[in-house]
């Protein structure tokens, strides 16, 4: 007996991103529910005490962060960073946010005085997506990372070249690896799940 259920469909239907009008305390979120869950099982498995989104948008995404964090008991700081950051971001809550370009030499410098802990850090690059900027980006920020923290290229499912562009990084930079988080094959971030190796910074 059929269910009715057309899988071809539903993936045409994923594929036009009916999750983009997805609101977290009013603000957009821009975070498909399968990467929301790959996140939050990151949260917990890394226990970050420094979260950075570069690309805030409306910052729904950096409000959730800040809430699963306090859910487990983190206590992480969560810093966005945008050229122009939504009104009232982070207002009384445990989110910083830097207006700024992500490639900003200061900015970085004062997000990487922030990650001096024993405890993980974890940046999400979510900014311009065009893979030239993506890859200065990563450059920039790997230098802010240890061993044991996370690198979350976002969206390389919807750039043309994106996901290419991170393997060849990857080839070029031996100290970090792609994790394959994404076990349900419906991941925009396929491929840019990158961990810094123990022992490599």
């Known amino acids: 007996m059929k269910d009715g259920h057309d899988s071809k469909q539903s993936l045409r239907r994923w594929r036009t991103k009916p999750w983009r009008k ?23 498995r890394a226990r970050p005490g420094l979260i950075v989104e570069s690309g805030v948008h409306e910052g729904g995404f950096s409000e959730w962060l800040a809430d699963r964090s306090e859910i487990h008991g983190l206590g992480a700081l969560v810093v966005g960073i945008d050229r122009r950051l939504p009104k009232d971001f ?3 809550r445990r989110i910083e946010g830097f207006e700024s370009d992500s490639l900003d030499p200061e900015t970085i410098a004062q997000v990487e005085a922030r990650s001096r802990s024993t405890r993980p850090s974890i940046v999400f690059l979510d900014d311009d997506h065009d893979p030239s900027h993506v890859l200065r980006e990563l450059s920039a920020w790997s230098g802010v ?9 976002c969206d390389t499912v919807q750039v043309r070249g ?11 930079n031996p100290d970090f690896e792609a994790v394959g988080r994404d076990r349900f094959g419906l991941s925009n971030h396929r491929g840019g799940w990158i961990k810094r190796k123990r022992g490599g910074g």
């Open 145 to 153: 990372l240890k061993g044991g923290d996370w690198l979350v290229v």
């Open 162 to 172: 994106l996901e290419a562009a991170v393997r060849r990084w990857l080839r070029d």
């Open 90 to 92: 982070g207002l009384g």
């Open 22 to 44: 997805s609101k977290y305390k009013g603000r957009s979120i821009l975070q498909t529910p399968v990467d929301l869950i790959l996140v939050e099982e990151l949260l917990e």
